[in-house]
């Protein structure tokens, strides 16, 4: 059974950090990308950051320079390291994991900056 478990949101201010954790269950971890996304309300959900496999990273431009997407294979867990936050940052982030078997996401974690 696959399972993604994001955490590490909460409440903060601008300009604050936070360290968002994904840790997944019953998959390869390695061998495919993962990705960050985030819907606010009312809004779409949106890429945030991706992974590859091979550690290469991409980020949308909104977050570029603040936010940072690692992994670690052994822990089987992803990160999302959010710098200089800032209100519309605030969203509900989740965690994917595509292969050939399927399209996870874990249930999402709130992250809230206050200006």
């Known amino acids: 059974q696959v399972q993604l478990v994001e955490s590490g949101g909460g409440l903060v201010q601008a300009g604050d950090s936070l360290s968002l954790s994904c840790a997944a269950s019953?998959?390869?971890?390695?061998?495919?990308?993962i990705g960050w996304y985030r819907q606010a309300p009312g809004k779409q959900r949106e890429l945030v950051a991706t992974?590859?496999?091979?550690?290469?990273?991409n980020y949308a431009d909104s977050v570029k320079g603040r936010f940072t997407i690692s992994r670690d294979n052994a822990k089987n867990t992803a990160y999302l390291q959010m710098n200089s936050l800032k209100p519309e940052d605030t969203a509900v982030y989740y965690c994917n994991y595509s292969s050939l078997y399927g399209n996870y996401w874990g249930q999402g974690t709130q992250v809230t900056v206050s200006s």
């Open positions: 019953g998959i390869i971890f390695s061998a495919n990308a």
């Open positions: 992974i590859t496999s091979g550690f290469s990273t």
